[in-house]
């Protein structure tokens, strides 16, 4: 069984957007009830509340006066709430997560239908009052719809995100097609090498430009009073800008990594803790933009549904610092070096494509000694899984100083 998203836009009727809010109101009020009670659970027992210890609270509200019109609200989409509640505490408790937080109206508001959403075509068919709702589909809803969530964004528009099952899995995944390694950098976005040539990506065209205006609306809306319409009106328009910049850079990562997928079956990456390196201050705004973990996701997915494989290598790696040619490594390489002479070789090197061509060789070996016995016989640990540390090269090179980046 595989399981995938797809994001449709909705477009509610007047009468629609009134019967959402009371939802988006009626979910909210019952999360934040509910924290309140696991609060006060916990402090007394050291336990939160399960889901089904939070769903019998309800009837008892929707018969009391001050809270009967939690009635109003399809009774599956307050049991949603519930769930990803004892959920959110969970996580919690097993180190996953952070407290669980109190909603607040002002951010993007949001509710799960667990079930019995249609597909009518171009609209989605809900259960209880919402009723049929206006949609403008790209990709076909071909599988069992399961969860449907939908949500209001800051800038006033509605969004549903549907998740569909599919019967059996995915491909098992080849090894045996094309190789790419990938640098990602904060110069260009990505340099890559595939064992004939050397291409550069460089960032979204568009994108600075759009920021720009960003930040120009982002000004404007601080002048105005808080709290005062104005004010409100102006920070509608900042969340309109920021989900355009936000769509052309998740446009641009969607296509380079379609590209990138569809021309080879093995890809390697460096293993990016993007959290650790946003500590240098100089460097943590262009990473947080550029979006280097939105990048290997979309890369993850679509090459586990061609059956292709990732192999993100250890952060670590001296990818930058070693000769490609004859594997010499200097001990230095500041940052603004974008060339260098290998002085044991004399090979000249341009420092992103080095880094790509080193990256691709320490996929290729992890590939080869995977493949002698080192891991299973069907290669299946070849990619470790996100977030844990890929085997080191064994050979006596120098690992690079935390504090130097690899980038
Ligand atoms: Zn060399």
Known sequence: MRRQAVKVRLYPTDEQIQVLAQHFGCARWWWNYGLNKCI???????????????????????????????????????QSVSLNLSRAYQNFFEGRAKYPRFKSKHHRQSIQYPQKVKQVDNAL?????????????????????????????????????????????????????KVIGIDLG??????TYDGEKVSKYQNPKHLSKYEKNLAVKQRIAARKNKGSNRRRKANKIVARVYEQVSNVRQDYLHKLSRKIVDNNQVVVVENLNVK??????????????????????????????????????????????????????????????????????????????????????????????????????????????????????QSSVKLEAPTKLTL
């Open 40 to 78: 006060k659970t916990y402090k007394a027992t050291g336990k939160g509340l399960s889901q089904s210890g939070l769903n019998s609270l309800l009837p008892k509200l929707k018969k009391e006066k001050e809270t009967e019109w939690l009635g109003e609200c399809y009774s599956q989409v307050l």
């Open 125 to 177: 068919k809900f259960p209880g009052r919402l009723g049929t709702v206006n949609a403008k589909i790209h990709r076909p809803v071909d599988g069992v719809i399961k969860t449907v969530t939908v949500s209001k964004c800051p800038s006033g528009k509605y969004y549903a995100s549907v998740v569909m099952e599919y019967e059996g899995d995915y491909p098992a995944s080849k090894t045996d097609g």
């Open 276 to 393: 650790g390196m946003v500590h240098n201050r100089k460097l943590a705004k262009a990473i947080s933009d550029t979006g280097w973990g939105t990048f290997v996701n979309f890369l993850s997915y679509k090459l586990e549904r061609s059956s292709g494989k990732l192999i993100e290598i250890d952060r670590w790696f001296p990818s930058s610092k070693l000769c490609s040619n004859c594997h010499y490594q200097v001990n230095e390489l500041p940052l603004d070096v974008r060339t260098w002479t290998c002085p044991s070789c004399g090979t000249h090197h341009d420092r992103d494509g080095n880094a790509a061509m080193n990256i691709r060789a320490e996929g290729i070996r992890i590939l080869s000694s995977s493949g002698t016995g080192e891991a299973n016989a069907n290669g299946e640990d070849i990619r470790p899984i996100r977030g844990r540390k890929s085997k080191m090269r």
């Open 186 to 191: 904060v110069k260009d976005f990505a340099v």
